[in-house]
């Protein structure tokens, strides 16, 4: 995949870099002088200074032939008039928009119009925001958000003193909105569970649920005490 990179602030630079380690083709648009000299010396691909919502750098970047533009910078205005610029010249692109602001965020997906300009939208300081109150109103989770969906992945240890321990998925009577997808035992074999598997005696578990069902969900696999 050949993907254009608008900025190469600390996000433009991290998703350049595991593009490339996964093999993908990608040339970055850099404003600033020092740091498309610097980062030419950090990435295989191409660096370009330049502004990216002028067409005639993005035409220079190839824009017509990219599978992918990201705008990843931390200026909204910008990223937004770059992903239109980017899909009013090659309408096949998939475009990626970085919004700082939450607010901005909210508005560009729910507006019909202005969806077919961009097909990924992503804050990262919301993600960030929610990761760390999460953390803190509900700590002890190894978990990844999906703001969107209002659900998260989170991954419980089973020790034999968990009640869980031994039991089959069915007999702990999960919440509607929680769904067991992965089972570990200790020496890390996988199992991906029906209602008949019974859990390890030692372990971990995936759990893929809503956010209101995560109480719920902690408290059960956190319990400690004899089996029934």
Known sequence: M???IMGAGRVGYLVAKMLEEDGHDVTVIELDRRRAQDLSLEIN????????TDPKTLEEANIKQAHAFAALTGKDDANILAC????????NVYTALRISNPKNKRIFERVEDLKKYFNFIISPEEIAAEYISRNISTPG???VLFPREGAEIVRF??????WVAGKTVRELNLPKDALIVAVYDKKGNLIIPSGDTKLPEEGSLIVFAKTGALDEVKELFERVGKKD
Do not use: C, H, Y
């Not at 240890?157 to 968990?162: G, V």
């Open 2 to 4: 050949f993907v254009v």
């Open 141 to 143: 989770f190894d978990r």
């Open 84 to 91: 239109i610029l980017a899909k009013n010249l090659n309408p």
């Open 45 to 52: 691909g191409l660096v370009i200074m330049g502004d990216a």
């Open 157 to 162: 240890e089973i020790t034999p003193q968990s």
